[in-house]
């Protein structure tokens, strides 16, 4: 059973004549780090809200087409029937954030279901716990950093123990220490809990290290699904769809372009380090004979 | 920021760790005390018991004058202006006109005054002691409607939010040369539209993109509902409830039930 | 040399004209409750230079740029704009001078059309009718906003609504253009489009200030960089000189851009630290192949 099954899926918003989503086709295996990049209207966002139900529920529309969230129809389950599966993160951490305290936010989903009481407090310090905010359980929302609004908003959203993870742009408002500790939480739910997530982006830098799968949409469509070394290999296809390539995919690029080669493509910065210096000191070694 | 809306100051004396319950109940016992008792003497008691309060809960002298500026003016107008309003009664201590100053209006002034400030002081005291967080629990466990009590929390919650991003729309227009304060009614008015469509159009995003928040985090999906946090009222909450009630209930009773001139 | 995407020799920046339009001795600023956000920044802006100001949340720089516009008052320094102090003028004097665009446009947008909105500015000021349909139209125009002119600016896209709140603070026809975030939200091509307007007013002679924390964005574009830390002036210099420290901008909160990055830890090899474009680390590599 797959975590996120779209078969030539249409969605238009009530009152557009826009299809949000044109005719797209996307399978997401459980335990899979998926990352859908594109810009603005390019049906990224569109694919998250579907994943748990907020479309067609929340926000109707013509919903055209087969989506399966672990096998159930989104058309006949509720979003509150979804959210026991799919835990859900906006691009807004001051408005996904309605609690006065860091400890009622992420205790807010199990509450509504009516978890008993010692079994909340364990979710509660677990949730904490894994996105490194333990001991804030008194703070008030208010009084947190952009990076630490966003985590809380991850751990009220794994109190509700999804099997899957999607996050709309969560790095938006961030600043750099922000966008750091985001992803390192991210990095860590996909290391150690092998959990399924899917995270729309619109700039791959960090993402691209860690992510099993890269999908890149323009205008409501898929333009290429694979590995980050596959996809990110042309940069200017990235820049076609709208999307700011990452530095090190344009180094690589470059690089294989004067030497002619195709096998050079990095993810990491160590991994560039490794490869460069490599080939240097093996330039150097001939140039010495 | 916050400042004029969240009183609540941590500390730890007992009236912080009153249960909010008990808290909410005492004041409106209080208030109903004040409005009560119609002697000037008996209410000053009041008002002494009510600053013996204000003390054991810790609360300073600056903090307190700041939270109830407001109120020690209106009860300075009370008593300057009942005597001019209140003609009736004797001896008369003065006369201009339609005006009769009479002693009995003068401690009528008081009075009043006295009552205003044991109100506003004891609701001072509960917001002083108690958070908005435990507030609103402790209306939701004593019956107001978990949406309801959900809509206030969030209410409390979005005030300082809002309170900055309204400082921010105004420093945006500003630095497009709007001056708020020049000019007469009607541009005012229309410069404060500047203000108010962002501000307005902020809010309905927000609560757009709360509307979506709570339900993926499955709001509503079943009439019965847990709380991580528990109120539970200890010996303590209880022995101070008896005392409470019997505080109130001696006073009232002498005065509808003995006629005792309280 | 080579021609394609990059500058392998990058232009001589245009020399600053030597008047300084903006001039801060001393300047330190306290917020209300203690909170010290600023100590003892010294600065001079040459008229018609493309700097920016970095930093992480906290560093200072955004009440650096309110310091400029007049939103916050020094509590003690002085700022100097055009020749003259600060003190004693209103905000919207200031305005004149300095133009403001806020990171969220939505923070300013309230009219029915654009035009109405981008008259807004310079209605304020106080200016003649004629002069004011003048700076409309030019400022319109800068932003590619002609199609736009009868079109209410809160249905428009957030790139769009951006290059309306540009045009809103253009049309004031301030020397000097303060941008907080302007590239936040925006997808690649709406940004470059953008960075080019404001490449193009500079080369008009418009002084531009980026606050930021877009590190890539400022390698590229700016001539300038201003670091601040906890209120400090960490670094000031181009841009070269600031990603030469890794360690001087993680202190700041910043990220320095990955090319920077791995710049610095070819450096060993003999690679420049201060290599701040692929196109500019694939050619310093290459030159340890030699040959064709």
Same mark, same amino acid.
């Given at each position: 059973m797959r975590a996120l099954d779209l078969q030539d899926v249409r969605f238009k918003h009530r009152?557009?004549?826009?299809?949000?989503?044109?005719?797209v086709s996307l399978q997401v295996e459980k335990g899979e780090f998926v990352t859908l990049l594109g810009s603005n209207g390019s049906g990224k966002s569109t694919i998250c809200m579907l994943s748990n139900g907020?479309?067609?529920?929340?926000?109707p529309g013509d919903l055209q087409g087969k989506v399966e969230i672990f096998g159930f129809d989104v058309k006949e389950h509720s979003v509150a029937e979804f959210s026991t599966k799919v835990g859900m993160v906006f691009q807004e951490p001051e408005s996904q954030l309605f609690c006065m305290s860091v400890e009622e936010e992420v205790a807010f989903g199990p509450e509504n279901l009516a978890v008993p009481r010692e079994e909340l407090r364990e979710r509660v310090e677990w949730a904490l716990e894994l996105v490194g905010?333990?001991? !804030?359980?008194?703070?008030?929302?208010?009084?947190?950093?952009g990076g630490q609004k966003q985590r809380v908003a991850i751990a009220a959203a794994l109190s509700m123990r999804p099997d899957m993870l999607v996050l709309d742009?969560?790095? !938006?408002?961030?600043d750099p220490v922000g966008r750091l500790e985001l992803y390192s939480v991210l990095r860590d739910l996909k290391e150690r809990y092998g959990m399924t997530v899917v995270l729309a982006e619109r700039d791959a830098e960090e993402a691209v290290a860690f992510s099993d799968r890269i999908v890149l949409m323009k205008a409501g469509r898929v333009i290429d699904s694979g590995p980050p070394r596959i996809v990110l290999r042309e940069p200017s296809r990235l820049r076609n769809v709208g999307v700011t390539p990452p530095q090190l995919s344009e180094v690589a690029a470059l690089l294989n372009a004067r030497l002619m080669t195709t096998e050079n493509s990095f993810l990491t910065v160590e991994e560039a380090e490794r490869a460069i210096t490599e080939k240097v000191l093996a330039w150097r070694m001939v140039k010495g004979r | 920021m916050a400042g004029f809306v969240d009183l609540y100051t941590e500390a730890d004396t007992f009236l912080h760790r009153m249960d909010p319950r008990v808290k909410i109940f005492a004041v409106l016992l209080l208030s109903l005390l004040a409005l009560v008792l119609s002697n000037l003497y008996y209410l000053l008691i009041l008002l002494a018991f009510i600053f013996l309060l204000l003390f054991l809960a810790r609360a300073t002298f600056s903090h307190t004058m700041f939270a109830l500026k407001f109120v020690l003016r209106f009860m300075a107008l009370i008593i300057i202006l009942w005597p001019i309003f209140d003609p009736s009664g004797?001896?008369?201590l003065a006369s201009l006109g339609p005006i009769k100053i009479t002693e009995p209006a003068i401690w009528r002034g008081f009075t009043s005054a006295a009552r205003v400030g044991c109100l506003a002081t004891v609701w001072y005291i509960l917001m002083f002691t108690t958070s908005q967080r435990d507030l609103v629990r402790a209306l939701v466990k004593m019956g107001l409607r978990f949406d309801f009590g959900l809509t206030l929390a969030i209410s409390l919650r979005f005030l300082p939010t809002f309170s900055a991003l309204i400082d921010s729309i105004k420093d945006a227009q500003r630095a497009r040369? =709007?001056? =708020?304060?020049?000019?007469?009614l009607l541009k005012i008015s229309r410069n404060y539209v500047a203000i108010l469509v962002p501000t307005i159009v902020a809010a309905l995003r927000t609560a757009d993109a709360l509307s979506l928040a709570l339900q993926s985090r499955a709001?509503?999906?079943?009439a019965d509902r847990t709380y991580l946090r528990d109120l539970k009222m200890r010996v303590s909450d209880g022995i101070a409830l008896g005392v409470l009630v019997a505080a109130f209930v001696l006073p009232v009773l002498a005065k509808y039930a003995f006629n005792v001139k309280l | 040399m080579e021609d394609g995407e990059g500058e392998m020799i990058p232009a001589t920046p245009?020399? +600053?004209? @030597?008047? %300084?339009?903006i001039s801060i001795h001393g300047l330190r600023f306290t917020y @209300?409750?203690?909170?010290?956000?600023?100590?003892?920044i010294n600065l001079d802006i040459s008229s018609g230079e493309y700097l920016a100001i970095v930093g992480g949340n906290g560093s200072g720089k955004t009440t650096l740029a309110k310091n400029i516009n007049g939103l916050l008052r020094p509590t003690s320094g002085e700022v100097v704009v055009g020749g003259r102090s600060?003190?004693?003028? &209103?905000v919207a004097d200031i305005a004149r001078t300095i133009g403001y665009a806020f990171q969220n446009p939505d923070h300013q947008l309230f009219c029915s059309t654009v035009e109405e909105e981008v008259r807004f500015g310079p209605a304020n000021l106080g200016y003649p009718e004629g002069e004011i349909v003048k700076k409309v139209r030019r400022a319109i125009e800068a932003m590619n906003l002609e199609s736009h002119r009868? &079109?209410? +600016?809160?249905?428009?896209?957030l790139g769009e609504r951006r290059r309306v709140s540009i045009a809103s603070v253009i049309a004031m026809d301030p020397e000097v253009l303060i941008l907080d @975030? +302007? &590239?936040?939200?925006?997808d690649a091509q709406e940004s470059s489009e953008l960075l080019a307007k404001l490449r193009r007013l500079n080369e008009e002679g418009k002084t531009i200030i980026l606050i930021t924390h877009d590190m890539k964005l400022v390698a590229e574009h700016a001539k300038r960089v201003v670091v601040m830390s906890q209120g400090r002036v960490l670094l000031d210099s181009d841009p070269r000189g600031a990603f030469s420290d890794p360690e001087l901008l993680r202190q700041s909160n910043l990220e320095p851009p990955p090319v920077a990055l791995l710049a610095h830890k070819l450096?060993?090899?003999?690679? +420049? %630290?201060d290599v701040i474009s692929p196109e500019e680390l694939v050619f310093q590599i290459m030159r340890e192949r030699g040959g064709p």
């Open positions: 009152g557009s004549d826009h299809w949000a989503l044109d005719g907020l479309i067609p529920h929340a926000l905010m333990k001991g !804030y359980n008194d703070r008030s929302p208010f009084s947190l950093s742009e969560p790095a !938006y408002a961030l | 004797t001896p008369m040369g =709007l001056e =708020l304060s020049k000019g007469g709001y509503g999906a079943r | 245009m020399l +600053p004209r @030597e008047e %300084k339009i @209300e409750g203690g909170v010290v956000a600023l100590r003892d600060l003190s004693g003028r &209103t009868k &079109t209410p +600016p809160l249905s428009m896209r @975030e +302007p &590239t936040t939200g925006l450096s060993e090899l003999g690679i +420049p %630290k």
